[in-house]
């Protein structure tokens, strides 16, 4: 394994980091649109809770702190069609140029995917900031202030599980040319069972079990579940474990599959 000295580290990040520059707009744009959907979860919400204080656990308020809360993580954390990026490299045979430097190819990918979050970040301010000022009522009530290190520990675990499943999946680019079925049934699993359209807490507890026991769950609902206060000392304590044993369970899976890709790779392209 390559020691990668920190110089050239610190320049793959910039490059990331001028590279994304380039789109600010369409970050800026994705951020604005992400919240047209909130719009129709609280009118649906609002029917759903007409003539009812709660529903799951969540008072009215609580749920729509839930849904801006998803949309917060998904700008700080979700990858931005890395997996088809990696996939390209590997079809089109770009990875070679990095094959024989002192930086595997997993870190470059790294330095890239927390470039662009820093850069999205800094651009979806702006936008964050007034739907903050326009919903932030929502969490009056909450006690997001005290749980926030804890929820923001949770979201660079998200962060993480994010990234190493990304590059997980992006490793089947080295046998099959289209990833993009693949991608598409996970990601729907993903958004089902992460809690995208209904809070984890609130499905039957067979199923709650279940998701608690997948990765997807930590990627979103977790983080989500923390700040606006549904999740106690001991979840806490558990669902960070589980999140970071899931964050390690990618990362050696991803390896194994890069150094098997290779294999794979070296055979086919000579």
């Known amino acids: 394994m390559f020691a990668t000295p920190l110089r050239m580290q610190v320049q793959i990040f910039n490059l990331g980091v001028q590279t994304n520059l380039v789109y600010r707009w369409n970050f800026l744009m994705r951020v604005a649109v992400s919240f047209v959907p909130l719009l129709g979860s609280v009118f649906l919400w609002s029917a759903a809770f007409a003539g009812h204080k709660s529903f799951a656990g969540y008072t009215f308020s609580s749920m729509v702190a839930y849904f801006i809360t998803l949309i917060l993580i998904d700008t700080l954390t979700t990858p931005n069609e890395d997996d088809f990026q990696i996939a390209e490299d590997i079809r089109g045979g770009l990875i070679n140029t990095l094959l024989l430097k002192p930086i595997s190819y997993r870190l470059y990918r790294f330095h890239l995917y ?89 499905f039957p507890v067979w199923l709650q079990i ?37 964050i390690g369970f990618f990362y050696v899976l991803s390896g194994i599959l890069w150094k098997r890709g290779l294999r794979a790779y070296t055979a086919v392209g000579g």
């Open 210 to 246: 279940v998701c608690m026991h997948m990765p997807f769950a930590y990627e979103f609902f977790f983080p989500a579940a923390i700040l606006i206060g549904h999740m106690d000392g001991a979840g806490m304590v558990t669902g960070l474990m589980w999140q970071w044993a899931w």
């Open 114 to 202: 927390a470039a662009a979050r820093i850069v999205h970040t800094a651009f979806a301010l702006i936008p964050l900031g007034v739907a903050m000022i326009w919903l932030g009522h929502y969490f009056k009530d909450l006690p997001w202030l005290e749980n926030l290190p804890w929820a923001l520990l949770a979201m660079v675990g998200a962060g993480l599980i994010q990234f190493f499943l990304t590059f997980t999946l992006a490793m089947i680019a080295f046998w099959i040319l289209d990833i993009g079925s693949v991608t598409f049934i996970i990601y729907s699993i993903e958004f089902l069972l992460g809690g995208h359209i209904f809070p984890v807490d609130a």
